[in-house]
């Protein structure tokens, strides 16, 4: 992968880190949390599914980024789906500001006039400008990238004006929004599903507007991952003892039978498996924390699974295929004959 690709990846991962910060600092500091309108839904709903997009996203820009590819060169269409990646990155964190800020100037009375207010405001402006700088710098690489003179799909004037209108009709619903509705527990889950479905909807048609890529074979998180095992396997010497069991295991019959069962190429729907199962993860770290009366955990646990998992599926449904996420098992792997550029 070239090293201007590797550098924008390491700064859209850097944001992922400190946008992650940021919203949980906001959240949970006692001081700003008191007076914080975006810690209530739909604007928390918006911030939570984008954090934990952040963590995933920045695992697979890393992963993407410096696994190895064939000797000398990369596609043109892996290093589209890494800048694709990186603006996912900053949409998200952007698309999270928007909400926090319509928050704020919805609950001016709340927030202003205070010290904390003030201190609270800053961190949005600022996360907003840290934001912008690495959208900057992604929008300048990926014009490196070379794009072919015709591409299926939507014209580029179709896809701007699709992603300016999604953002708008967002807005509009997010500054309009009936808050009463989380007061009721039937709503409020309507609520974090609607504003999840606002999230993932506006950084599909950004990333699909701001880097558009032919349909061309490309490799996907499982020939990443297979990747870098073969790396592993090969350069850590005495240590690959240590795979040996792994080896063992990924050979048997009974693994073969478990992952044809779930393979996401093969069944793309295997992923609500996956989703209900870190929800599940989600209200486990929820409960050591804070782990109450039995029945308040037992209630929460179904709440983490059901929503987490939902908005996990909601999340995969958008970004899936502009991601490159899992690729038909029909597809073909990547050709030689397929456009490449050497690495710089």
Request: net charge positive.
């Amino acid at each position: 992968m070239p090293l201007r690709l590797k550098l924008s990846a390491c700064l859209a991962a850097a944001l992922a880190v400190v946008f992650s910060e940021f919203w949980q600092f906001a959240k949970h500091q006692p001081v700003l949390g008191n007076i914080n309108p975006f810690a209530n839904d739909p604007y928390d709903a918006i911030g939570s599914f984008a954090v934990l997009f952040a963590g995933a996203a920045l695992l697979l820009l890393l992963l993407r980024a410096f696994r190895l590819y064939a000797p000398g060169e990369t596609t043109v269409a892996q290093q589209s789906l890494l800048v694709r990646t990186s603006y996912a990155t900053c949409i998200a964190a952007a698309a999270t500001l928007v909400a926090d800020a319509i928050a704020l100037l919805r609950h001016l009375a709340m927030w202003s006039g205070t010290m904390a207010g003030h201190e609270l405001a800053a961190l949005v402006g600022g996360m907003a400008l840290l934001t912008l700088l690495v959208g900057c710098v992604v929008y300048a690489t990926a014009r490196t990238i070379p794009r072919p003179s015709r591409q299926p799909g939507r014209n580029p004037a179709t896809r701007w004006l699709v992603a300016v209108g999604v953002s708008l009709l967002a807005i509009v619903i997010l500054a309009l929004y009936p808050e009463g509705w989380t007061n009721v527990e039937a709503t409020e889950l309507l609520t974090v599903l609607i504003a999840t479905a606002l999230l993932f909807a506006v950084m599909r048609a950004w990333v699909i507007a701001l880097a558009p890529i032919p349909e061309a074979p490309y490799e996907d998180v499982i020939d990443d991952l297979i990747a870098i095992y073969r790396w592993l396997r090969a350069h850590i010497g005495v240590l690959g003892l240590a795979l040996v069991p792994l080896e063992k295991i990924v050979r048997s019959h009974a693994f073969h039978l478990l992952a044809g069962w779930l393979n996401p190429r093969r069944y793309p729907y295997s992923i609500v498996l996956v989703s209900l199962g870190v929800g599940a993860l989600l209200a486990i770290s929820e409960a050591v924390g804070d782990p109450g009366p039995v029945t308040f955990a037992l209630h929460r646990f179904a709440i983490f699974v059901g929503l987490g998992g939902g908005g996990i599926v909601i999340g995969y449904l958008f970004l899936a295929k502009p991601l490159g996420i899992f690729r038909r098992e029909a597809q073909a792997a990547v050709t030689a004959t397929e456009p490449s550029l050497k690495k710089g």
